[in-house]
């Protein structure tokens, strides 16, 4: 079975600072890797995915995230954060091939862009 | 075109009563997905639907959750008799078989509370 871990619940930034949102996951098989942003009173949106080739991805309102096998991590970087980010943020993984369609979450960073 | 949508968005009511969740997916995916967030945990996954058939309900937490999906299109969520530890927010989410790349699209959530 596969996991997620997401290290830090809460981060706080200030507006303009970079941020990195951690992301390690456990799998005994190739997954596909996702993150996913839920804004306040909104649902989930996917943000960025990795499926192959180039391990950096880059995704919707500035952010990016690096695939690295070796470490099993996806983290998420932004380099300047704005208040509009201040969100949920979820890594997600799913199985490459097999039965089980379903992405498994981690619990979730909140990220709080302080002015 | 419309996303996915739920309802009711919240719903409180008592120990013992009966809720039911409706989710409309997006026109033409086959795949339904039912997730559910407790308590800032984990979003853990229910169950799926391709078209009207169950394909994999393991996260089903007992007999007291029944889904449903008529006919292929909308589905529904019943939690009968509902429990203190059944509040949370249940995600629905949808996807084209057709894709490989595992993103789902999901609604904004019902959030259940449960007195």
């Known amino acids: 079975a596969q996991s997620v871990t997401q290290l830090d619940s809460q981060v706080p930034v200030f507006e303009e600072a970079p941020v990195e949102l951690r992301c390690n996951y456990s799998?005994?098989?190739?997954?596909?890797l996702f993150w996913y942003v839920q804004y306040p009173n909104q649902g989930l949106q996917l943000l960025l995915k990795?499926?192959?080739?180039?391990?950096l991805v880059k995704g919707i309102n500035g952010f990016e995230a690096e695939f690295n096998k070796s470490q099993t991590s996806f983290h998420l970087r932004k380099p300047s954060v704005h208040i509009s980010d201040t969100a949920e943020y979820f890594c997600?993984?799913?199985?490459?091939?097999?039965?089980?369609?379903?992405?498994?979450f981690g619990s979730g960073t909140q990220l709080t862009v302080l002015p | 075109e419309a996303g996915v949508t739920q309802f009711p968005s919240h719903s409180v009511i008592e120990k013992g009563q009966t809720v039911t969740l409706r989710c409309d997916p997006i026109?033409?995916?086959?795949?339904l997905y039912w997730y559910r967030r407790v308590m800032g945990k984990e979003i853990k996954f229910l169950l799926h639907?391709?078209?009207?058939?169950?394909?994999?309900e393991s996260g089903m937490p007992n007999n007291r959750f029944l889904a449903e999906r008529t006919g292929g299109t909308y589905s529904t969520l019943k939690v009968q008799p509902a429990e203190l530890e059944d509040s949370g927010v249940y995600f629905c989410a949808s996807s084209q078989v057709s894709s490989n790349t595992g993103e789902l699209f999901f609604g904004e959530g019902s959030r259940l509370t449960v007195l």
């Open positions: 799998s005994s098989v190739s997954v596909y």
């Open positions: 026109s033409g995916h086959d795949n």
């Open positions: 639907f391709v078209k009207e058939s169950k394909q994999d």
């Open positions: 990795y499926l192959s080739g180039s391990t």
């Open positions: 997600a993984v799913r199985l490459l091939s097999g039965s089980a369609r379903q992405l498994t």
